[in-house]
């Protein structure tokens, strides 16, 4: 799933938002994707960043994403701003989807800033096939910061509504729109204020799907201890210590093993659990999938038991 992508075109989209139209460095098309898919940019000094694809056609055999330059980038979106030109050729990893876009009879769709990228293709879909009854809410501070604002109001659709703070008196009333939507699947990606209030407001969190941009930073329900991880194919035991991932433990125990986050929003190290109990501390996985406990990302997640069984990918 690693690539050579060459930059085919470039426009801005917002005061600080920048497009870019990806194609095979030989010319040769991309495969087609999924709404709520992302790509790995690798990037110069060993970045990886990834970013949702967010193209109209996403069978035209390119790739587009949009990349918001962060104030507090650490050399990521300012190298996309500043230094990838069209012709440049990069290496990207994917398409990945770790939100995809399941069946429901109602949904509500939240965006925030740059969340907007993820959840534009899922309206576009939901809107073509004309099947589902939805809302889609769009939040920005003002319309000269918000990615294909242009395209969104063209659709003239009363169930859109697009809320820029500087027009309104405060913020999104969450409350009032999350009480209309007791029954309806919840998509919402945006900042952590946004995303955390959605998940806390929600009466049903089963029916809530976030995807953030960084980790929530929850208080953690235990505190850090060490404990032992068993690799299940060699019965080598590795100890994590209480300051120190199990990605970490099992790095400095020379195991190669694939992430790209660190931060437990990606999905990258995802590694099956054959026995023992993690505490999962990530923002992949939903709460359905940490009760099974089948899976858990090494990069963030520890463990309630003394010792946990992982198979590790091949």
């Known amino acids: 799933m690693s690539r050579q992508v060459r930059v085919d075109?470039?426009?801005?989209?917002?005061?600080?938002?920048?497009e870019l139209r990806l194609t095979g460095a030989g010319g040769e098309r991309l495969p087609a994707?999924?709404?709520?898919?992302?790509?790995?940019?690798?990037?110069?000094?060993?970045?990886?960043?990834?970013?949702?694809?967010?193209?109209?056609?996403?069978?035209?055999?390119?790739?587009?994403?949009?990349?918001?330059?962060?104030?507090?980038?650490?050399?990521g979106s300012a190298y996309v701003h500043d230094e990838l030109p069209v012709g440049s050729v990069i290496p990207v990893e994917g398409p990945y989807?770790?939100?995809?876009?399941?069946?429901?009879d109602r949904y509500l769709f939240?965006?925030?800033g740059i969340g907007i990228t993820p959840i534009l293709s899922m309206v576009r879909q939901v809107r073509a096939a004309g099947v589902a009854d939805f809302e889609f809410v769009y939040?920005?501070?003002?319309?000269?910061?918000?990615?294909?604002?242009?395209?969104?109001?063209?659709w003239a659709d009363s169930r859109v509504t697009l809320h820029a703070d500087d027009e309104h008196?405060?913020?999104?009333?969450?409350?009032?729109l999350l009480g209309r939507h007791r029954e309806s699947t919840v998509y919402c990606c945006g900042p952590e204020g946004m995303t955390r209030a959605v998940e806390d407001l929600a009466l049903d969190p089963s029916l809530v799907r976030v995807e953030r941009f960084q980790g929530s930073q929850r208080t953690p329900a235990t505190d850090d201890t060490g404990f032992d991880v068993v690799i299940s194919d060699s019965g080598h035991r590795v100890r994590v210590g209480p300051d120190q991932s199990i990605l970490e433990a099992l790095e400095s125990e020379g195991y190669d093993l694939d992430f790209d986050c660190r931060d437990?929003?990606?999905?990258?190290?995802?590694?099956?659990?054959?026995?023992?109990?993690p505490e999962h501390r990530d923002d992949v996985l939903s709460a359905a999938e940490h009760a099974q406990n089948t899976v858990m990302m090494i990069c963030v997640s520890r463990a309630l038991s003394e010792e946990l069984i992982l198979e590790l990918p091949e």
């Open 9 to 18: 075109g470039r426009r801005r989209l917002a005061d600080d938002v920048v």
């Open 33 to 75: 994707w999924e709404p709520g898919a992302h790509v790995v940019l690798g990037l110069p000094a060993g970045l990886n960043r990834q970013y949702s694809l967010c193209g109209a056609d996403r069978e035209d055999g390119f790739w587009t994403i949009a990349v918001h330059r962060s104030p507090t980038s650490r050399g």
């Open 97 to 104: 989807n770790n939100f995809p876009l399941v069946h429901a």
């Open 110 to 112: 939240l965006a925030g």
């Open 139 to 154: 939040c920005g501070r003002r319309r000269s910061l918000m990615a294909c604002h242009d395209e969104i109001v063209s």
């Open 169 to 176: 008196e405060g913020l999104l009333n969450l409350p009032a």
């Open 264 to 277: 437990g929003i990606c999905g990258t190290c995802e590694t099956r659990v054959v026995k023992g109990l």
